[in-house]
């Protein structure tokens, strides 16, 4: 079973950058796919980025351009690099990872607020 840490979350202005980092418990050869998802009040969660064990990245419209994220296979980490934040962008971001056995694991999240 892989454990999923999340951390980064905060509270920022708009316009502002914002890093998650999300560590997982498992080998990362283990580890294949890993993305991040978000969810904000009355709304369905939805895919923000992701990325392949080869760094083949997919990102939600909304965020191209702002967002990056990455991965560090031999930590077992991915990160969300996020700048010139918007109001929008406020949720519950979760860090999500599926193993070599097609299992996906989920991390409690972590709150991202943009206010000004």
């Known amino acids: 079973q892989v454990q999923l840490v999340e951390s980064g979350g905060g509270l920022v202005q708009p316009g502002g950058s914002l890093r998650l980092s999300c560590a997982a418990s498992?080998?990362?050869?283990?580890?294949?796919?890993m993305a991040w998802y978000r969810q904000a009040p009355g709304k369905e969660r939805e895919l923000v980025a992701s990325?392949?064990?080869?760094?083949?990245?997919n990102y939600a419209d909304s965020v191209k351009g702002r967002f990056t994220i990455s991965r560090d296979n031999a930590k077992n980490t991915v990160n969300l690099q996020m700048s010139s934040l918007k109001l929008e962008d406020t949720a519950v971001y979760y860090c999500?990872?599926?193993?070599?056995?097609?299992?996906?694991?989920w991390g409690q999240g972590t709150q991202v607020t943009v206010s000004s």
């Open positions: 990325i392949t064990r080869g760094g083949s990245t």
């Open positions: 999500t990872v599926t193993d070599g056995y097609r299992n996906q694991y």
């Open positions: 498992r080998n990362s050869f283990s580890i294949n796919v």
